[in-house]
Protein backbone atom coordinates (compact mmCIF):
# COMPACT_ATOMS: atom_id res chain seq x y z
CA UNK A 1 0.00 0.00 0.00
CA UNK A 2 0.96 3.74 -0.48
CA UNK A 3 -0.31 6.33 1.50
CA UNK A 4 -0.57 10.05 -0.07
CA UNK A 5 -2.14 13.05 0.88
CA UNK A 6 -5.54 13.89 -0.41
CA UNK A 7 -8.11 16.70 0.87
CA UNK A 8 -11.15 14.49 2.39
CA UNK A 9 -12.88 17.80 1.29
CA UNK A 10 -13.37 16.92 -2.18
CA UNK A 11 -15.03 13.84 -2.61
CA UNK A 12 -14.96 10.14 -0.09
CA UNK A 13 -12.59 7.34 -0.28
CA UNK A 14 -15.44 4.92 -2.00
CA UNK A 15 -15.72 7.71 -4.41
CA UNK A 16 -12.48 8.25 -5.22
CA UNK A 17 -11.82 4.37 -5.74
CA UNK A 18 -14.95 4.57 -8.49
CA UNK A 19 -13.57 7.40 -9.97
CA UNK A 20 -9.98 6.25 -10.68
CA UNK A 21 -10.68 2.78 -11.51
CA UNK A 22 -13.12 4.50 -13.95
CA UNK A 23 -10.63 6.29 -15.45
CA UNK A 24 -8.06 3.89 -15.72
CA UNK A 25 -10.34 1.25 -17.38
CA UNK A 26 -10.93 4.13 -20.08
CA UNK A 27 -6.76 4.68 -20.47
CA UNK A 28 -7.20 0.40 -20.88
CA UNK A 29 -4.99 -0.38 -17.63
CA UNK A 30 -4.67 -3.98 -17.00
CA UNK A 31 -5.07 -3.09 -13.14
CA UNK A 32 -7.17 -1.18 -10.50
CA UNK A 33 -7.02 0.49 -7.52
CA UNK A 34 -8.63 -1.42 -4.22
CA UNK A 35 -9.14 -1.59 -0.49
CA UNK A 36 -8.97 2.52 -0.54
CA UNK A 37 -9.25 4.11 2.79
CA UNK A 38 -8.33 7.33 4.21
CA UNK A 39 -6.87 7.57 8.35
CA UNK A 40 -4.97 10.36 10.01
CA UNK A 41 -1.99 9.43 10.68
CA UNK A 42 1.02 11.92 10.67
CA UNK A 43 -1.54 15.03 11.34
CA UNK A 44 -3.78 15.35 8.27
CA UNK A 45 -6.15 12.99 6.13
CA UNK A 46 -4.43 10.52 4.38
CA UNK A 47 -5.19 7.93 1.77
CA UNK A 48 -3.97 4.29 1.64
CA UNK A 49 -4.98 1.96 -1.34
CA UNK A 50 -3.92 -1.62 -3.01
CA UNK A 51 -3.51 -2.27 -6.07
CA UNK A 52 -4.95 -5.42 -7.99
CA UNK A 53 -3.56 -6.56 -11.61
CA UNK A 54 -5.84 -9.61 -13.14
CA UNK A 55 -7.38 -10.08 -9.48
CA UNK A 56 -4.19 -10.45 -8.09
CA UNK A 57 -3.14 -8.35 -5.31
CA UNK A 58 0.03 -6.29 -6.04
CA UNK A 59 1.23 -4.98 -2.81
CA UNK A 60 3.44 -1.49 -3.02
CA UNK A 61 6.43 -2.02 -1.04
CA UNK A 62 7.72 -5.87 -0.64
CA UNK A 63 6.46 -8.53 -1.84
CA UNK A 64 5.72 -10.52 -5.01
CA UNK A 65 4.60 -9.41 -7.87
CA UNK A 66 5.72 -5.55 -6.84
CA UNK A 67 4.83 -2.28 -7.45
CA UNK A 68 8.11 -1.91 -8.95
CA UNK A 69 7.99 -4.50 -11.27
CA UNK A 70 4.57 -5.31 -12.26
CA UNK A 71 3.92 -1.95 -13.86
CA UNK A 72 5.84 -0.08 -16.56
CA UNK A 73 6.70 3.37 -16.67
CA UNK A 74 3.26 4.34 -18.67
CA UNK A 75 1.63 2.31 -16.36
CA UNK A 76 2.87 4.03 -13.26
CA UNK A 77 2.30 7.51 -14.88
CA UNK A 78 -1.40 6.21 -15.89
CA UNK A 79 -1.83 5.49 -12.44
CA UNK A 80 -0.52 8.88 -11.25
CA UNK A 81 -2.70 10.90 -13.67
CA UNK A 82 -6.01 8.85 -12.86
CA UNK A 83 -5.64 9.94 -9.41
CA UNK A 84 -4.88 13.66 -10.17
CA UNK A 85 -7.67 13.79 -12.82
CA UNK A 86 -9.85 11.98 -10.57
CA UNK A 87 -9.24 14.97 -7.91
CA UNK A 88 -9.42 17.61 -10.40
CA UNK A 89 -12.89 16.57 -11.79
CA UNK A 90 -14.29 15.71 -8.13
CA UNK A 91 -13.33 19.79 -7.07
CA UNK A 92 -16.39 22.39 -6.81
CA UNK A 93 -14.52 25.08 -7.54
CA UNK A 94 -12.88 23.95 -11.01
CA UNK A 95 -14.78 26.46 -12.79
CA UNK A 96 -13.10 29.02 -10.73
CA UNK A 97 -9.29 27.60 -10.82
CA UNK A 98 -6.84 26.76 -13.72
CA UNK A 99 -5.75 23.61 -14.37
CA UNK A 100 -1.84 23.20 -14.83
CA UNK A 101 -0.99 19.70 -16.69
CA UNK A 102 2.84 18.79 -17.32
CA UNK A 103 3.73 16.62 -20.04
CA UNK A 104 0.79 14.37 -19.26
CA UNK A 105 0.97 12.15 -22.76
CA UNK A 106 5.09 10.60 -22.31
CA UNK A 107 5.54 6.85 -21.67
CA UNK A 108 2.07 6.36 -22.97
CA UNK A 109 0.75 4.16 -26.12
CA UNK A 110 -1.86 5.56 -28.91
CA UNK A 111 -5.34 4.28 -26.76
CA UNK A 112 -4.18 6.61 -23.60
CA UNK A 113 -3.03 9.31 -25.62
CA UNK A 114 -6.21 9.61 -27.01
CA UNK A 115 -8.03 9.43 -23.82
CA UNK A 116 -5.77 11.77 -22.39
CA UNK A 117 -6.82 13.98 -24.77
CA UNK A 118 -10.57 13.75 -24.23
CA UNK A 119 -9.78 14.18 -20.61
CA UNK A 120 -8.30 17.58 -21.22
CA UNK A 121 -10.98 18.38 -23.78
CA UNK A 122 -13.52 17.67 -20.68
CA UNK A 123 -11.26 19.62 -18.36
CA UNK A 124 -10.63 22.69 -20.51
CA UNK A 125 -13.99 22.96 -20.86
CA UNK A 126 -15.21 23.27 -16.99
CA UNK A 127 -12.39 24.93 -15.47
CA UNK A 128 -11.30 28.85 -15.56
CA UNK A 129 -8.17 28.30 -17.70
CA UNK A 130 -6.16 24.89 -18.70
CA UNK A 131 -2.70 25.21 -19.38
CA UNK A 132 -1.11 21.87 -20.87
CA UNK A 133 3.16 21.59 -21.09
CA UNK A 134 4.83 19.12 -23.43
CA UNK A 135 7.10 18.05 -25.67
CA UNK A 136 5.64 16.21 -28.05
CA UNK A 137 4.70 18.93 -30.85
CA UNK A 138 2.10 16.36 -32.54
CA UNK A 139 0.07 15.34 -29.02
CA UNK A 140 -0.39 19.29 -28.61
CA UNK A 141 -1.18 19.50 -31.80
CA UNK A 142 -4.43 17.23 -32.05
CA UNK A 143 -5.32 18.98 -28.78
CA UNK A 144 -5.32 22.20 -29.93
CA UNK A 145 -7.64 20.43 -32.94
CA UNK A 146 -9.79 18.58 -29.96
CA UNK A 147 -10.30 22.15 -28.13
CA UNK A 148 -10.53 24.52 -31.07
CA UNK A 149 -13.75 23.72 -32.29
CA UNK A 150 -15.04 23.66 -28.48
CA UNK A 151 -13.46 26.53 -26.86
CA UNK A 152 -13.27 28.75 -29.71
CA UNK A 153 -9.87 29.10 -31.73
CA UNK A 154 -9.41 32.74 -29.79
CA UNK A 155 -9.32 31.21 -26.49
CA UNK A 156 -6.55 28.47 -27.58
CA UNK A 157 -3.09 30.24 -26.88
CA UNK A 158 0.00 28.13 -28.24
CA UNK A 159 3.30 29.81 -27.05
CA UNK A 160 7.19 28.31 -26.74
CA UNK A 161 9.83 28.78 -24.80
CA UNK A 162 12.48 30.48 -27.36
CA UNK A 163 16.03 31.66 -27.12
CA UNK A 164 16.76 35.40 -26.20
CA UNK A 165 20.10 37.38 -25.74
CA UNK A 166 22.88 36.45 -23.16
CA UNK A 167 21.37 32.95 -22.61
CA UNK A 168 18.27 33.38 -21.27
CA UNK A 169 15.11 32.27 -22.67
CA UNK A 170 11.59 33.75 -23.35
CA UNK A 171 7.91 32.96 -24.61
CA UNK A 172 7.54 33.09 -28.14
CA UNK A 173 4.76 32.13 -30.61
CA UNK A 174 4.60 28.41 -31.06
CA UNK A 175 3.75 27.74 -35.10
CA UNK A 176 2.29 23.97 -34.53
CA UNK A 177 1.45 23.03 -37.80
CA UNK A 178 5.29 23.85 -38.62
CA UNK A 179 6.46 21.96 -35.92
CA UNK A 180 5.03 18.85 -37.08
CA UNK A 181 5.69 19.24 -40.64
CA UNK A 182 7.35 16.44 -42.48
CA UNK A 183 10.20 16.89 -44.37
CA UNK A 184 8.67 17.06 -47.80
CA UNK A 185 6.16 19.61 -46.54
CA UNK A 186 8.29 21.42 -45.30
CA UNK A 187 10.32 21.78 -48.56
CA UNK A 188 7.53 21.67 -50.03
CA UNK A 189 6.36 25.12 -48.00
CA UNK A 190 10.20 26.53 -48.78
CA UNK A 191 9.77 26.39 -52.45
CA UNK A 192 5.88 27.63 -52.61
CA UNK A 193 7.45 30.68 -49.75
CA UNK A 194 10.26 31.39 -52.60
CA UNK A 195 8.07 31.63 -55.71
CA UNK A 196 5.60 33.75 -54.07
CA UNK A 197 8.25 36.29 -53.25
CA UNK A 198 8.73 36.10 -49.47
CA UNK A 199 10.87 38.54 -47.72
CA UNK A 200 14.15 36.95 -46.09
CA UNK A 201 14.09 34.37 -47.99
CA UNK A 202 17.93 32.02 -46.66
CA UNK A 203 18.27 31.20 -50.87
CA UNK A 204 20.94 28.73 -48.97
CA UNK A 205 17.83 26.94 -47.84
CA UNK A 206 15.47 27.30 -50.37
CA UNK A 207 18.33 25.52 -52.86
CA UNK A 208 18.68 22.05 -50.84
CA UNK A 209 14.90 21.81 -50.80
CA UNK A 210 15.00 21.46 -54.39
CA UNK A 211 15.91 17.94 -54.95
CA UNK A 212 14.44 16.42 -51.63
CA UNK A 213 10.99 17.85 -52.70
CA UNK A 214 11.19 16.50 -56.26
CA UNK A 215 12.82 13.40 -55.14
CA UNK A 216 9.67 12.80 -52.42
CA UNK A 217 7.42 14.07 -54.60
Known amino acids: RLQGDWSSDVCSSDLYQVAINALLKK ?86 RGHTRHVLKEIGGTAKQLIVMGHDSYFLRDLRDDLTP ?23 TLDLDRECETDYYRHHRVLTEFVDGANNVDLHVVAKSIRPMLEGY
Open 150 to 172: FTGAASVKLIKLGRVQHGYTDFT
Open 27 to 112: FGASFKVAKMDSNYFGGGVRTEYGLEIRDKEVRLSGGVPSFETALSEGDKRTLAFAFFIAAVQADQNLADSIAIIDDPMRSLDRTR
